[in-house]
């Protein structure tokens, strides 16, 4: 039985709107990411041209001889398709922005955050509007995803999240903002063993 919790002192304090940049922190590969520009010192990009017409564009932003980002152009049509970022300057391409229908727009973003070489971060553009409203991470990095986030309306607030928090793949506690107002109001607990409100000792 799904167990719920309407008190709002209990989430009232969960906040859920990000601003500009779409929900998540900044530093969260599933927030809508900048715009990568070259810096105005130091800067360099390199293009590759291929004999199939694919283009890749090497850019080393701050100047240290490393190349930070890798835009993939498949088709030769200027607008990136792929692009691989190191977005905390390691040295690593960490980050993998892809565009599906060659729009020039992020579809997708998914991001290794602790170095490990698999991904533990999912973004979605499910509206092609240019703002990520769906992000799945593995917080736990044990290669399965345990948090979901989504925005409903499409308004760049979360209002709706989906946690496993024992493990074991299947949603424990889903968080809402019913009123998309950026603030969660209503708790689901869809798993007994893990609901405050079930004593899971007492028929034992």
Known sequence: MMSENL????????????????????DDP??????YEPEP???????????DGSIDVLTDHDGDGTIDLVQR???????ADTSYVDSDHDGRLDSTLSDFDDDGTVDRVTG???ADGRIDSVGWDLDHDGVIDSVSTDSDHDGRMDNWVRDLDHDGRA???RTDLDGDGLADQITLDTDHDGTAD????????????VNPYADR
């Open 7 to 26: 008190d709002p002192t209990l989430v009232g304090h969960v906040h859920l709107d990000a601003g500009d940049q779409g929900f998540g922190p900044d």
């Open 30 to 35: 599933g927030a809508e990411p900048e715009p």
């Open 41 to 51: 010192y130091g800067g360099l990009s390199i293009a590759l041209h291929h004999e």
């Open 73 to 79: 152009d498949g088709d030769g049509d200027g607008i």
């Open 112 to 114: 290794d955050s602790n």
């Open 159 to 161: 209002d709706y999240i």
């Open 186 to 197: 209503r708790v689901l607990f869809p798993d007994p063993v893990v609901s405050p409100d």
